[in-house]
């Protein structure tokens, strides 16, 4: 059972806008950052969002993320086929004393 | 461009030992704090270990403290993770990722590929 609460799925056609949430608590999100993070079939997490809304470069800005209270967003907008993979939130837990992460989203493209 | 290539996975018995190694390139190695990071199906991503960019401070959680241990050889440019007394639970794809710096927050900012360990009779 992750720490992090994130809807096991999520889906949408090309075009459109689709929003996956994650959901912490005072001692995670609440007072921390949250990190977005790719995961491609068969390939390692990929940063997509830090510091709740900032974007690495080279990351598309259909790409984007909210925080408020002890939640936080992902965003992404223009649905691609390329977007299909799984999502994951992330943040510091001051009481565990380490990193968390949600138990990820599969996005699907239909 | 930042390169961070896990290696020393494979299959082994419970309760027996085995060493992971990550080899870092294209960035200052011993300018940043390290992790491994684990991820089953069933589990999800678990942080097993965090290190110092020098070494001087580490930390587990619960689950692995006392079983196993973090360390690097800046030298090398290279990270560890000895996991004595392997569980069947211990089974995962081990990532090597770095901690960014300046981001504003805790991030962990690249992973390497992973490496499978299974443990099994």
């Known amino acids: 059972q992750s720490v992090l609460t994130q809807s096991p799925s999520a889906s949408g056609t090309p075009g459109q806008k689709v929003t996956i949430s994650c959901s912490g608590s005072s001692s995670n999100i609440g007072t921390h950052t949250v990190n977005w993070y790719q995961q491609l079939p068969g390939t390692a997490p990929k940063l997509l969002i830090y510091t709740n809304n900032q974007r690495p470069s080279g990351v598309p800005d259909r790409f984007s993320g909210s925080k408020s209270g002890s939640s936080a967003s992902l965003a992404i907008s223009g649905l691609q086929s390329e977007d299909e993979a799984d999502y994951y939130c992330a943040a510091w837990d001051a009481s565990l004393i380490g990193p968390v992460f949600g138990g990820g989203t599969k996005l699907t493209v239909l | 461009q930042v390169q961070l290539v896990e290696s020393g996975g494979g299959v082994v018995q419970p309760g027996r030992s085995l060493r992971l190694s990550c080899a870092a390139s294209g960035f200052t190695f011993s300018g940043f704090a390290m992790y491994w990071v684990r991820q089953t199906p069933a589990k999800g991503l678990e942080w097993v270990a965090r290190i110092a960019y020098d070494g001087s401070d580490k930390h587990y959680p619960d689950s692995v403290r006392g079983r196993f241990t973090i360390s690097r050889d800046n030298s090398k440019n290279t990270l560890y993770l000895q996991m004595n007394t392997l569980r069947t639970e211990d089974t995962s794809v081990y990532y090597c990722?770095?901690?960014?710096?300046?981001?504003?927050?805790?991030?962990?900012?690249?992973w390497g590929q992973g490496t499978l360990v299974t443990v099994s009779s």
């Open positions: 990722a770095r901690e960014g710096v300046g981001l504003g927050g805790w991030t962990v900012d690249y």
